[in-house]
């Protein structure tokens, strides 16, 4: 079964700290990786997208990365704001279906 | 704007009442699918739609319907809601969703459905 693992749960950071999500997976055949954040009571927001050959990708303070060997992610949010607050979900698409994480909650605090 | 619209965003009904949620998208994407949410269980496919007239089950579709009769709306039919459906749905569109594609999924608002 294709199963898509985020950890921590949650997390809380200081405001103007870094911090990393993992997320693991094992999806089979892969097509690309998707980092979505999602604010409270709204709707997914794409961050990335990442195939096979990309190993990392930015955008703006988010940074993904992919190693298609081990399958494992990341995203590392660098110098976070409050507006970071969020869950972040990891979604694999392979296979012609869209597998998700179950989300990572980060609370950034002043 | 491009977006994908839902309706009702917020829903409370009592078990065996039939209800829909439209979704709607003016993108012109081929592809749409219906997503709920509950904690800790992040998002679940209920259905999905390749293209118009072509539908799928996800992982979740006991209880629910679907229909793409036009490419932009793809309604979800609770034709007799019970309490285990109480959730966050979300209706989600996108370009194609074929192997080696990379286009993102858009989102709608979503839609809180409580079932007494």
């Known amino acids: 079964k294709n199963q898509v693992e985020q950890s921590p749960q949650s997390l809380i950071i200081l405001e103007g700290k870094n911090c990393t999500l993992q997320c693991n997976y094992t999806v089979s055949p892969f097509s690309n990786l998707r980092w979505y954040k999602q604010d409270t009571g709204r709707g997914p927001v794409s961050l990335t997208i990442m195939t096979f050959s990309e190993n990392t990708k930015s955008n703006r303070r988010y940074t993904a990365t992919l190693d298609a060997d081990t399958k494992q992610s990341s995203l590392h949010i660098t110098a976070s704001q409050l507006s970071d607050s969020a869950s972040y979900i990891c979604v694999v698409f392979g296979d012609y279906k869209l597998s998700f994480g179950a989300g990572t909650t980060v609370t950034v605090r002043a | 704007e491009a977006q994908v619209t839902q309706n009702p965003r917020y829903l409370i009904t009592v078990t065996g009442k039939k209800l829909t949620v439209t979704c709607s998208q003016n993108?012109?994407?081929?592809?749409m699918s219906w997503y709920r949410q509950d904690p800790g269980l992040g998002l679940r496919q209920i259905y999905y739609s390749m293209n118009v007239e072509v539908t799928d089950k996800g992982d979740v579709p006991e209880g629910y319907k679907v229909s793409r009769k036009e490419k932009r709306n793809f309604p979800l039919i609770l034709e007799s809601p019970s309490p285990n459906q109480t959730s966050l749905y979300f209706c989600a569109s996108s370009p194609t969703l074929l192997a080696g594609d990379s286009y993102e999924q858009y989102f709608g608002p979503g839609t809180r459905l409580t079932v007494t």
């Open positions: 993108m012109n994407h081929e592809y």
